[in-house]
Structure formats: C-alpha cells, structure tokens
Nanobody, 128 residues
Framework: EVQLVESGGGSVQAGGSLRLSCTAS????????IGWYRQAPGNECELVST???????YYADSVKGRFTISQDSAKNTVYLQMNSLKREDTAVYYC??????????????????????WGQGTQVTVSS
C-alpha cells in the first residue's frame, strides 16, 4: 500500500514549537518533491513548505524564518520543525508528494485529488 502518514501534531502555546513527521510506505522519496500543505477553517489550502530530492527547499512567506523542512538520510521521512508558533498557524497539516508540488487556489481537497500522494492530516492548534 502506498501511504503517507503524518504525526507530531497537537496543541501548543503561542511561541512554542512542534515537529511534524511524514513517513512514506510503499515508495521512497528519491524522485519526488515532498511538502506540507495546511488548511485552516475559512481559508484556502496553503502550500507551507517543500523539499526536493536534491535538498532544495521552499517556504511560504507566512512561515519563512520560523519553519524548517528536512529529510532523513533514507529520504523516506520528512520533518517540519515549527518554531515561534502563532495562533494563525492553527490548521490541519497535510503531507504530500509528487514530481513537482505546487500551490494555487482552492481547498486542500482539490490538491489531494490532483497530487500523486496525500496524507490523512494532523491537527496543529496554537493557543494564546
């Protein structure tokens, strides 16, 4: 079974940190972009961060300087270290993989239908 499983979500106070993990089963990340999207109530789906097989990274302006994406040596697990969390970071975070990840307009449901691999999501709640 090809599957992406997210973990590490939870509740944290504003200013705190969380680390999300995305683990693949049934395939490896060697030839894919791996990234994180998030969906907050009332908002459209946002591409948060991506990392390619060669290590190239992308960050949305809203998280730049606070979040860091990385991958392990086997390229089958990707992490999203989230520091200095804000209430506005509250969302369901989804891990995704495809040859080329992209952002755009719409809800995350639309991205899940168009991208190659998509996880179940993990809730991040930031309180203040």
């Amino acid at each position: 079974e090809v599957q992406l499983v997210e973990s590490g979500g939870g509740s944290v106070q504003a200013g705190g940190s969380l680390r999300l993990s995305c683990t693949a089963s049934g395939f490896t990340f060697d030839d894919f972009d791996i990234g994180w999207y998030r969906q907050a109530p009332g908002n459209e789906c946002e591409l948060v961060s991506t990392i390619s097989s060669d290590g190239t990274t992308y960050y949305a302006d809203s998280v730049k300087g606070r979040f860091t994406i990385s991958q392990d040596s086997a390229k089958n697990t990707v992490y999203l270290q989230m520091n200095s969390l804000k209430r506005e970071d509250t969302a369901v975070y989804y891990c995704a993989a495809d040859l080329y990840l992209h952002g755009g307009q719409g809800m995350c449901e639309l991205f899940s239908e168009s991208l190659g691999y998509w996880g179940q999501g993990t809730q991040v709640t930031v309180s203040s």
